[in-house]
């Protein structure tokens, strides 16, 4: 049996191949406050025991894309450990709250491959599924990655590209169980501002922006267990004439905190309709966002209602500086400077 287990090239993949990974990881309040210190997070349900109880929980959940970063590190060894860049998300549903104590396994389905015309790399799509210890599935995305080719020569099988929606539906949206006590984040915010006062094609540009400095990206990438080559080693990027990559998830948790100014009485994402990391982020990058509410989103419940948001972050330039393409069309084409385009659904109180 070898030893030496460098990862699954483009070729070793099947359509309907079921991999799960290893190891189950559990999280821990230790894990909050490093992330926390790493991205500035001021999410009110999960920043105090006091805030949550006072919204109807027992007590806090962990930050959802703290959970979402540490599943897809999970998935990183078996599917893109040799990956050139992760592409894109898709019907990503936060199920059920995690809590710390909570331990995560992670599976994952391949539901589609395509080489690239250069025959070097090639495209695999994938949904992963987390569930916790009682066997509850917790969190689902569908992902699709380029991945390299061991052999170039390799003989690879018509190509298979799952059809992906543009969005989750309203009646797949996870509403959780929030209770009417969620009006009251406002007295924890300082913030009057619930889903009633916002309007579709409303604009937010974020005041706070963030630099990523070498450690905070180096750690965050470790927090979650992302052993990707593309962070984890910098020897091979420089003899690839390149930098380190910031993991593109740590730019997602970045953007979400800043997003905190102007949307204070969000309680959770819902769903991950669709998002792109457009340009690499490296350390030393400072990172802006600007919000525009795409939606709103009745969920059929007197005490919360949806938001659809379409997040777009910036690297070194002003969110003022950022132009919202228009919805629709096709895949729109961002200046160099943009970093992340991110599609996603919140709960906040009404």
Known sequence: MRKDRAGNYFEDFRVGMRIRHATPRTLTEGDRSLYIGLTGSRTALCTAETNA?????????LEDLLVFNTAFGKTVPDISLNAVANLGYSDVRFLAPVYPGDTLTVETEILGLKENASRKTGVVYVRSTASNQLGLNV?????WVMVHKRDPGA?????????????VP???????????????????????????????????DHPGAMTVNESDHSIA??????????????????ARGT????????????CKALAYDGLENGLSILAINGGSHVNPTYAGDTIACSTMVLDKIDLGLGHIGGLRLRTIGVKNAAASSIAFPDAGGTRPIHPEHVVLDLDYTIAIPR
């Open 139 to 143: 969190l689902t995305w569908i992902r």
């Open 170 to 204: 309203t009646e797949r949206l996870p509403c959780g169980d929030y209770s009417a006590r969620v009006r009251e984040i406002g007295s924890m915010t300082g913030v009057s501002a619930l889903w009633d006062d916002y309007a579709a094609g409303e604009r937010i």
């Open 155 to 167: 003989p690879c099988g018509e190509a298979v590209v799952p059809t992906l929606n543009a969005s």
């Open 221 to 238: 990438t470790r927090l979650y267990q992302n052993t990707a080559k593309a962070h984890f080693d910098g020897f091979a990027a420089t």
């Open 243 to 254: 930098k380190r990559l910031v993991y593109g998830g740590h730019v997602m948790s970045i």
């Open 53 to 61: 109880q006072r919204l109807g929980f027992d007590r806090r959940p």
